[in-house]
């Protein structure tokens, strides 16, 4: 009966002490040993695009934009002006406030207009969206320049070029982009090869006459 006793007092002091020492997990949903409820899950999307066919359409709100021009794709030249869409849109289910976009620009391209202010030593454009309801989305544009034909790499027929977008709001939630377009140099010095047209075609068949006469006397003459 004493070991009994001894065995159900140890027992017993186990329960205690665990109970005790027991770890204060938060109510499902909830977090800390105080239940506070975490804000929920902030998301935004960044989606970076860039116009080809601007001509066409008129204006830059109108014109077809995709995500990237490879080497294969059209070549803008020297001079031209490049059109870029930035897309924000919040996908979460709750309001993100002070949402801010800044668009880098690439190497050999500068700012011309557009939304946002314009950074000269950084040639990056900082556009303050405001905010952003649940499930709302912005664009905004702007409208770049390619620099002159010698500013452009010497060492390349075809410059490929990488424009960079990222956002922030005040609760933390960031998203980046990019869009990739070409630029090809003029091939200067080239002169223009004429065109075939009759008097073309009358001066080739005078000098093969010439030249058929010239091997005809020489073959009597020997």
């Known amino acids: 009966m004493k070991i009994r006793a001894i065995t159900i007092f140890v027992l017993t002091l186990a329960i205690v002490v665990a109970v005790a020492n027991k770890p204060a997990f938060a109510d499902e949903g909830a977090y800390g040993q105080y239940g506070q409820y975490p804000t929920a899950s902030q998301t935004i999307l960044m989606d970076k695009m860039v116009a080809y ?54 190497d050999y391209v500068t700012f011309v207009d557009g939304d946002g202010t314009y950074n000269k030593d950084e040639n990056s454009v900082t556009v303050k969206a405001g905010d952003l309801d649940a499930n709302q989305e912005k664009n905004f544009y702007i409208t770049a ?69 010239a091997g005809l006397k020489l073959r009597k003459m020997s």
């Open 145 to 213: 320049k390619i620099l002159n034909q010698d500013q452009l790499p010497s060492d390349k027929g075809i410059v490929c070029m990488t424009n960079k977008s990222s956002v922030n709001t005040d609760q933390g939630a960031t998203d980046g982009d990019t869009a990739q377009f070409c630029v090809e140099k003029e091939v200067l010095g080239v002169q223009n090869v004429p065109a075939t047209g009759p008097e073309l075609w009358a001066f080739l068949t005078a000098t093969q006459l010439i030249a058929l006469g």
């Open 53 to 106: 066919d601007v001509a066409s359409k008129g204006a830059v709100e109108n014109t077809d934009y995709v995500d990237n021009l490879s080497v294969s794709d059209y070549h803008f030249k020297p001079n031209q002006q490049v059109y870029f869409k930035l897309k924000v849109k919040n996908t979460s289910d709750n309001k993100l406030t002070d949402v801010v976009v800044t668009d880098t620009l690439p």
